[in-house]
């Protein structure tokens, strides 16, 4: 029963990480019809940016995360002002470009910091065990786990409550329509970019106590991501919520089971067959464009 609980609840902060990292992505690609794949990169940068805000200004992991977030997002908006928005309705040119980004990001980041292992240390006050119905449990992975759900909620009322995600439901069905009636399309993916490249920032500090930060730690979750969200549907945050869950427990039992390589062969050759079966994912939205 201990190893249930435990792999369950590792599961859960596995699904936390790549629910956080897989919002990003979604609203991204599924709005503005962009495959970034540069997005684990903002991944990498979330977690340097914590180890050098804790380094060498003092400042802790929970004291950094809105400044992380706010860092991160501003270097997804330079990069979707000065390159993204000349490649709209050329997919093939964005993929080519935004993997030139990650490299250069990787690059960039192996100039500045070095390319040994760095290391974020947990916050006093989560390192403790918490019991629960009888059983210990790290706080750490509690605390991931309500962050994100935290962040879900704010996703959801930000494209479904807002004026802003109005606009930006109105642009993904009919971006002429939208600009007819006065919805400012360039200003509206700029702050969706951002805000997606800020999710994975986030995501990257909160697993870099948990994992070494490198240069290249961003190309598996990336990778993971995108399996989340083909297989949720693409603009369905409740499929992305589910692939994410599905995705995370099965990675950590079936790690527990053999080991991480096979886990991660056995989740893709589930998602192929899936796809397959389901070419529109689990939990696809059908949206009118023109």
Same mark, same amino acid.
């Given at each position: 029963?201990?190893?249930?609980?435990?792999?369950?609840?590792?599961?859960?902060?596995?699904?936390?990480?790549?629910?956080?990292?897989?919002?990003?992505?979604?609203?991204?690609?599924?709005?503005?019809?962009?495959?970034?794949?540069?997005?684990?990169?903002?991944?990498?940068?979330? &977690?340097? $940016?914590?180890?050098?805000?804790?380094?060498? /200004?003092?400042?802790?992991?929970?004291? %950094? *995360?809105? =400044?992380?977030? @706010?860092?991160?997002?501003?270097?997804?908006?330079?990069?979707?002002?000065?390159?993204?928005?000349?490649?709209?309705?050329r997919p093939l040119?964005?993929?080519?470009?935004?993997?030139?980004?990650?490299?250069?990001?990787?690059?960039?980041?192996?100039?500045?910091?070095?390319?040994?292992?760095?290391?974020?240390?947990?916050?006093?006050?989560?390192?403790?065990?918490?019991?629960?119905l009888g059983y210990?449990?790290?706080?750490?992975?509690?605390?991931?786990?309500?962050? &994100?759900? $935290?962040?879900?909620?704010?996703?959801?009322? /930000?494209?479904?409550?807002?004026?802003? %995600? *109005?606009? =930006?439901?109105? @642009?993904?069905?009919?971006?002429?329509?939208?600009?007819?009636?006065?919805?400012?399309?360039?200003?509206?993916?700029?702050?969706?970019?951002?805000?997606?490249?800020?999710?994975?920032?986030?995501?990257?500090?909160?697993?870099?106590?948990?994992?070494?930060?490198?240069?290249?730690?961003?190309?598996?979750?990336?990778?993971?991501?995108?399996?989340?969200?083909?297989?949720?549907?693409?603009?369905?945050?409740?499929?992305?919520?589910?692939?994410?869950?599905?995705?995370?427990?099965?990675?950590?039992?079936?790690?527990?089971?053999?080991?991480?390589?096979?886990?991660?062969?056995?989740?893709? =050759?589930?998602?192929?067959?899936?796809?397959?079966?389901?070419?529109?994912?689990?939990?696809?939205?059908?949206?009118?464009?023109?």
């Amino acid at each position: 029963m201990i190893d249930i609980v435990s792999q369950i609840s590792v599961g859960l902060s596995i699904a936390s990480i790549l629910l956080l990292i897989a919002l990003g992505l979604a609203i991204i690609y599924g709005t503005m019809g962009v495959i970034n794949l540069a997005h684990g990169e903002f991944v990498m940068l979330g &977690a340097y $940016a914590v180890w050098f805000l804790q380094t060498y /200004l003092g400042i802790g992991l929970l004291a %950094g *995360l809105i =400044l992380v977030f @706010i860092l991160i997002g501003l270097v997804g908006w330079v990069v979707e002002r000065s390159l993204i928005r000349h490649l709209y309705n050329r997919p093939l040119d964005t993929i080519l470009a935004t993997w030139g980004v990650g490299v250069i990001l990787q690059q960039g980041v192996r100039l500045a910091a070095g390319a040994e292992l760095r290391y974020v240390k947990m916050p006093d006050i989560l390192t403790n065990p918490v019991t629960f119905l009888g059983y210990d449990e790290s706080a750490y992975r509690i605390f991931i786990f309500v962050v &994100a759900v $935290a962040l879900l909620l704010v996703t959801y009322i /930000l494209v479904f409550r807002t004026e802003f %995600g *109005l606009q =930006l439901r109105a @642009i993904t069905q009919n971006r002429d329509i939208a600009r007819c009636f006065g919805v400012n399309a360039g200003r509206i993916y700029s702050l969706t970019f951002a805000y997606g490249a800020g999710l994975a920032g986030l995501a990257g500090a909160l697993v870099s106590p948990l994992k070494s930060v490198s240069p290249d730690m961003g190309t598996n979750y990336v990778v993971d991501a995108f399996l989340v969200v083909v297989a949720g549907g693409v603009q369905s945050l409740l499929g992305t919520v589910a692939s994410s869950y599905l995705i995370g427990q099965a990675s950590g039992v079936l790690a527990f089971l053999s080991d991480d390589t096979m886990a991660k062969a056995i989740v893709f =050759l589930s998602v192929v067959v899936l796809i397959r079966l389901f070419p529109q994912g689990l939990f696809a939205m059908r949206v009118r464009r023109s």
